[in-house]
C-alpha cells in the first residue's frame, strides 16, 4: 500500500531532550516536507525537500533540523524540544511535479512540558 | 495580506443542500491548487486537483479563477459524511506550498 509513515504518533517529551521523529514513504517521490498545524493557524511549514541530499528552510525552521540522505526518509529532529513546539506535525511528500498533491502520513502528537 | 485566505465557518447546512466555499490567493505567479479535505485531528486528503478549465469529480466541482485570484469548490447534496474541515493549498514557484486555514463544514439530519 502508498503511504507515508510517521513515528511515533504521541510523544510527551521535557523541554531540552532531544528526540526525532521519523518519515518514510514508499512511493518513490521525490519531494518531501514537514508541517506543523496549530489552531488558528492552520498548516505551516517547517522544511522540505526536493531529493537525496537537498533541503531547504520552510515558513518556521527555527527549532527543528532534517536530513535527507535516503529518498524514502526524512526524519525531523528537535535537538533542545521547548513548550512552543508543542503541536500536531505531519510529514508529506509528492512526485516532483507540482499537479500531484501531497500524501500525507498519520500525524505526530507532541506535548513539550 | 495572509497568502491563502478562506472563512473559517463554520458552514452548517441540512443534509441535501449545496454548500460553496471559495479562497483567496495573493501571489498571482502560484502554478497549481489543490482542495484537501481534513476530518478531525486527521492527515489532510486530497480531494481533487483545480484546474482552470474547471473540474468535477462526482458531487464536487472545483473552479480557478485567476483573474480574481481565488478558487472554488461547490459541494452539492451534502452528506452527513461531507462533514469535515476544507483546506485550499497553492503551490507557487519554487516548490512553495501554502495552506489555508482551512473552512469548516457541518452537515446536519
Known amino acids: 500500500e502508498a503511504q507515508v509513515t510517521q513515528n511515533p504518533r504521541y510523544l510527551i517529551t521535557v523541554t531540552g531532550k532531544k528526540l526525532t521523529v521519523t518519515c518514510s514513504q514508499n512511493?518513490?517521490?521525490?519531494?518531501m516536507s514537514w508541517y506543523r498545524q496549530d489552531p488558528g493557524l492552520g498548516l505551516r511549514q517547517i522544511y522540505y525537500?526536493?531529493?537525496?541530499?537537498?533541503?531547504d528552510k520552510g515558513d518556521v525552521p527555527e527549532g527543528y533540523k532534517v536530513s535527507r540522505k535516503e529518498k524514502r526518509n526524512f526524519p525531523l529532529i528537535l535537538e533542545s524540544p521547548s513548550p512552543n513546539q508543542t503541536s500536531l506535525y505531519f510529514c508529506?511528500?509528492?512526485?516532483?511535479?507540482?499537479?500531484?498533491?501531497?500524501?500525507f502520513g498519520s500525524g505526530t502528537r507532541l506535548t513539550v512540558v | 495580506r495572509k497568502e491563502v485566505e478562506q472563512d473559517p465557518g463554520p458552514f452548517n447546512v441540512p443534509e441535501g443542500a449545496t454548500v460553496a466555499f471559495n479562497c483567496t490567493y495573493s501571489?498571482?505567479?502560484?502554478?497549481?491548487f489543490f482542495w484537501y479535505r481534513q476530518d478531525c485531528r486527521k492527515e489532510p486528503k486530497l480531494l481533487m486537483s483545480?484546474?482552470?478549465s474547471g473540474n468535477e469529480d462526482g458531487r464536487f466541482t472545483a473552479q480557478l479563477n485567476r483573474a480574481s485570484q481565488y478558487i472554488s469548490l461547490l459541494i452539492r447534496d451534502s452528506k452527513l459524511s461531507d462533514s469535515a474541515t476544507y483546506l485550499c493549498?497553492?503551490?507557487?514557484?519554487?516548490?512553495?506550498?501554502?495552506f489555508g486555514t482551512g473552512t469548516k463544514l457541518q452537515v446536519i439530519p
Open positions: 508529506a511528500s509528492s512526485l516532483q511535479r507540482q499537479n500531484y498533491g501531497y500524501t
Open positions: 512511493m518513490n517521490h521525490e519531494y
Open positions: 525537500s526536493m531529493n537525496v541530499e537537498v533541503t
Open positions: 501571489n498571482s505567479a502560484s502554478q497549481s
Open positions: 483545480v484546474y482552470s
Open positions: 493549498v497553492v503551490w507557487s514557484a519554487g516548490q512553495k506550498v501554502t
